[in-house]
T-cell receptor, first 111, second 114 residues
Framework: QKEVEQNSGPLSVPEGAIASLNCTYSDRGSQSFFWYRQYSGKSPELIMFIYSNGDKEDGRFTAQLNKASQYVSLLIRDSQPSDSATYLCAVVTGANSKLTFGKGITLSVRP | SQTIHQWPATLVQPVGSPLSLECTVEGTSNPNLYWYRQAAGRGLQLLFYSVGIGQISSEVPQNLSASRPQDRQFILSSKKLLLSDSGFYLC?????????????FGEGSRLTVL
C-alpha cells in the first residue's frame, strides 16, 4: 500500500464551483498534513497545513482531516482559473518524521 | 524576508558527464536543507537532507551526492550521470527545530540526460 495516495485525476470543475481534492495515508500515527500547489513547470508552494481533526479554513481554502479514516482533503470554494494546478498532499510519517508526498492531482478550472 | 535561489534552471547533459547543482538560502540561519527530485509521473522523492554544515543524510542509494560547505549553501553533485537521473531537481529549506512539513522550495533545476 502506498504511503500517501491521491486520485491522479485530472479533475475538471467549472469556474465558481467547489473543487474537492482527496488524499489517504497509511501510517495511522501520522500527525502533520500539508497541501502544496504546483503550477506547471514551477516549484511547489505550501498553501495549507492541518494537525488536528476537523476543518481549517483560510480564505477560499478549507483543509479537512479525519484521522480515524486516515484521509485529508482540500476544498477550494469559488474556484478560479488561476487555481488550475497540481495539488500535492504531504504527510509526516514514521518514527523518523519523514515527509512523504503523494503523486498529486491536477485540477483544471474551466472559465 | 527569506529567499532561496537555485541554479542552473535548465541543463542538458550527456550520459557519463558530471553534475553540479547549487542552492543558497538568504535571510535565515541554520536552516534545514533538502534536495528533492520529481520525475515524470512520479511524486517528489527526497534525495538528501542536512541539518547543519557537513551533516548530510541520504535517503536513496544512487550515484548522486550532496554537500553543505556553508550554513546556507547546499550542493548536489554527480561524477557520472545516468539516463535515469533526468528530472526536476528541487532544493528546499525549513526552519530548524520546527516540523519537517513546512518547506520552502527553490525555483528548480530541470535536468535532461541524453
Amino acid at each position: 500500500q502506498k504511503e500517501v495516495e491521491q486520485n491522479s485525476g485530472p479533475l475538471s470543475v467549472p469556474e465558481g464551483a467547489i473543487a474537492s481534492l482527496n488524499c489517504t495515508y497509511s501510517d495511522r500515527g501520522s500527525q502533520s498534513f500539508f497541501w502544496y500547489r504546483q503550477y506547471s513547470g514551477k516549484s511547489p508552494e505550501l498553501i495549507m497545513f492541518i494537525y488536528s481533526n476537523g476543518d481549517k479554513e483560510d480564505g477560499r481554502f478549507t483543509a479537512q482531516l479525519n484521522k480515524a479514516s486516515q484521509y485529508v482533503s482540500l476544498l477550494i470554494r469559488d474556484s478560479q482559473p488561476s487555481d488550475s494546478a497540481t495539488y500535492l498532499c504531504a504527510v509526516v510519517t514514521g518514527a523518523n518524521s519523514k515527509l512523504t508526498f503523494g503523486k498529486g492531482i491536477t485540477l483544471s478550472v474551466r472559465p | 524576508s527569506q529567499t532561496i535561489h537555485q541554479w542552473p534552471a535548465t541543463l542538458v547533459q550527456p550520459v557519463g558527464s558530471p553534475l553540479s547543482l547549487e542552492c543558497t538560502v538568504e535571510g535565515t540561519s541554520n536552516p534545514n536543507l533538502y534536495w528533492y527530485r520529481q520525475a515524470a509521473g512520479r511524486g517528489l522523492q527526497l534525495l538528501f537532507y542536512s541539518v547543519g554544515i557537513g551533516q548530510i543524510s541520504s535517503e536513496v542509494p544512487q550515484n548522486l551526492s550532496a554537500s553543505r560547505p556553508q550554513d546556507r549553501q547546499f550542493i548536489l553533485s554527480s561524477k557520472k550521470l545516468l539516463l535515469s537521473d533526468s528530472g526536476f531537481y528541487l532544493c528546499a529549506w525549513s526552519v530548524s527545530g520546527q516540523g519537517v512539513g513546512e518547506l520552502f522550495f527553490g525555483e528548480g533545476s530541470r535536468l535532461t540526460v541524453l
